[in-house]
């Protein structure tokens, strides 16, 4: 097992960099989730890891080696990979011992491994079927396998749910976590999905254009973005976006939008930040719906509401502009179509410069 670093990590096809200097320290036995839009260089910087990308400027260390220089199967790191890549024409347990045979462990050894990682994984039924015959989550699990019974210093893993259903997905996130947690072995892994770098993480990597933009446990990324883009990025509904500009508001700053105002957090970085504009950052979670008596009620326009059981969305419209109430429904469905407005705690609003997009200093909410 092996912590990787990467040091201002570059990669450029001819004269087009496309992964800008990036550092980050994976430690041993830490699952770390890149996460970032289509074509930010997750997979990119997956591969320079892997061996199968040179690295264009800067310092891979594995296991506290150099590895730059070094090829993908001396490297001692494992992928899985979107696509499966599973040889068709060879059963399970030949797909699951390949490498094994690469290197020429004996018969035994092969044989017990494979009967390991079978069981590990639930496929000790289907060891003599080519992966033709398999469903989508079983090709996915001999992958895994197959990396497995390498026992490789490190995991990577480029979007391995992807080709697989909602249900599936929801079912194979929860077995990659379990078996991570069973193994302990250091895991890079790779997606677009917010729901699975949650889930997954211990820390979450959030890249975008080339670039991290944040790095931290999912709670942390949740509660505390950094800018605007991981406050939109992390969230299902995403976080809502108010323009709004700072005035003195007594014994609190108060932000001030289209004739409403809404308290803030009594920090010095934003009493100091008096007449500045910025954008407030709300989850639609950490609203309170709110009746017309309330005095610090801020109003919105209801568009439509949608129930989903337990929870409702409620789509409104502030300023002109798109605003999401997301709420429990239990007790007060014969009030969530009617609703003026809500409220919010102050030190739940997260305040960013509208200028650079980055979280005025000093604001933290605890997890
Ligand atoms: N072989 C290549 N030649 C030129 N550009 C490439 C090549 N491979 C990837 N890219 C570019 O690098 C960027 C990052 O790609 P990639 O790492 O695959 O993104 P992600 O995995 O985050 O979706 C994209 O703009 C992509 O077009
Ligand atoms: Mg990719």
Known sequence: ??????????????????????????????????????????????????????????????????????????????????NYALYPHLNVAENIAFGLRIRKESKEVIASSVEEVGNILGLTPYLERRPADLSGGQRQRVAMGRAIVRRPKVFLFDEPLSNLDAKLRTQMRAEIKRLHKRLGVTSIYVTHDQVEAMTLADRIVVMNDGKIEQVGSPMELFLNPANTFVAGFLGSPPMNMVAARIASGGDAPVAEFGGQRLTLAPLPSLQNAVGKDVILGIRPEFVRIADDSAADIVRVEVDLTETLGSEALIHASLNGEPFVIRTETVGQMNVLDGISGFTIAPNLIRVFDAGTGEALPGQVVEK
């Open 1 to 82: 097992m092996a912590g990787v670093q990467l040091n201002g990590i570059v990669k450029a096809y001819g004269a087009v960099q496309v992964v800008h200097g990036i550092d980050l320290e994976v430690n041993e036995q830490e699952f770390v989730v890149l996460v970032g839009p289509s074509g930010c260089g997750k997979s990119t910087t997956l591969r320079m890891i892997a061996g199968l990308e040179e690295i264009s400027d800067g310092d891979l260390t594995i296991d506290g080696r150099r590895v730059n220089r070094v090829a993908p199967k001396d490297r001692d790191v494992a992928m899985v990979f979107q």
